[in-house]
């Protein structure tokens, strides 16, 4: 039997990184799986392999009309809806005097503003589904100081707050809201970042490695199986100890 059988969830940003590791496990746990992301080809081929557990749909997650398209489409296609994985997110770092607005304004766009339209958008399917479970992807820069992030931070800080703002909201419906909180997890998101920042980094982890797309999938796995159905509202970190 499978921790998510029956279950059915659309998963964002999923073509590569966590957001694949966790379609990935989420199917092989007995769930239907809506993978969506900007990135097509990759989105395609992910679905392509895991067979018709999965489907792919091209979305950007800060665009409203998306996020309608998205919902309908998945309960067109499976006539529910129980998890929602707001994963989706791009990174941008730089000191503050040499951040660009246009570079805060798109974290804002998709980190923020994507996962407001994607809680918003699941609130009512998940309410006739008699509950449901909201995984927020934030990160340790949403809950602790990071250094060169000033946009990225005040995005991830932005799903923290309201990861706790929707968990005491949405609780009458027996809709769950949890945030995750990875550290340096070996994705292509901070294969950009000069070696001796990401080397830094891992020194400053207790556990002194990277964290694979495997262990934050699994955690993500848990909140959104019935396994956590007392918990709501929890900040869960994935980080190797930094935050202790
Ligand atoms: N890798 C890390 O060290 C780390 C640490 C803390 C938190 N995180 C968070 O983990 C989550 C997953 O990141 P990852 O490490 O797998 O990185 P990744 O870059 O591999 O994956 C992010 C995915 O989001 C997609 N995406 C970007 N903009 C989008 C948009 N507008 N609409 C839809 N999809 C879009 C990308 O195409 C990509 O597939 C993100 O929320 C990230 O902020 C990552």
Redesign the pocket.
């Known amino acids: 039997m499978g921790r998510l059988d029956g279950k059915v969830a659309i998963i964002?940003?999923?073509?590569?990184?966590?957001?694949?590791?966790e379609a990935r496990l989420f199917a092989a746990e007995g769930a239907r799986v809506v993978a969506?992301?900007?990135?097509r080809t990759?989105?395609e081929a992910l679905a392509a392999e895991l067979g018709p557990a999965v489907t792919f749909l091209h979305?950007?997650?800060?665009?409203e009309a998306g996020w309608d398209e998205v919902v309908a489409t998945t309960l067109e296609r499976h006539g529910r809806l129980d998890v929602l994985v707001?994963?989706?997110?791009?990174?941008r770092s730089a000191p503050i005097a040499e951040h660009s607005l246009a570079d805060y304004e798109q974290l804002v766009?998709?980190?923020q503003i994507?996962v407001f339209l994607g809680m918003r958008a699941v609130v009512r399917p998940m309410k006739d589904a008699g509950g449901g479970s909201i995984v927020n992807?934030?990160?340790?820069?949403g809950l602790r100081s990071t250094k060169y992030m000033i946009g990225?931070a005040a995005t991830?800080f932005a799903?923290t707050g309201m990861t706790t703002a929707a968990s005491s909201e949405l609780a009458r419906w027996r809709i769950r809201v949890n945030s995750?909180?990875?550290?340096?997890?070996?994705?292509?998101?901070?294969a950009g970042n000069p070696p001796a920042m990401n080397e830094a980094m891992v020194r400053g982890t207790p556990l002194r490695r990277?964290?694979s797309?495997e262990e934050?999938a699994a955690a993500v796995l848990f909140l959104a199986s019935d396994e956590a159905s007392y918990v709501t509202g929890a900040h869960l970190t994935v980080?190797g100890g930094v935050s202790a």
């Open positions: 964002t940003g999923a073509a590569r990184g966590q957001g694949a590791a969506t992301d900007v990135l990759d989105g979305q950007d997650v800060s665009s707001n994963n989706a997110a791009i990174y766009a998709i980190n994507g992807i934030s990160s340790g820069a990225y991830k799903v995750v909180h990875p550290g340096v997890i070996e994705t292509p998101m901070i990277m964290g797309v934050v980080d």
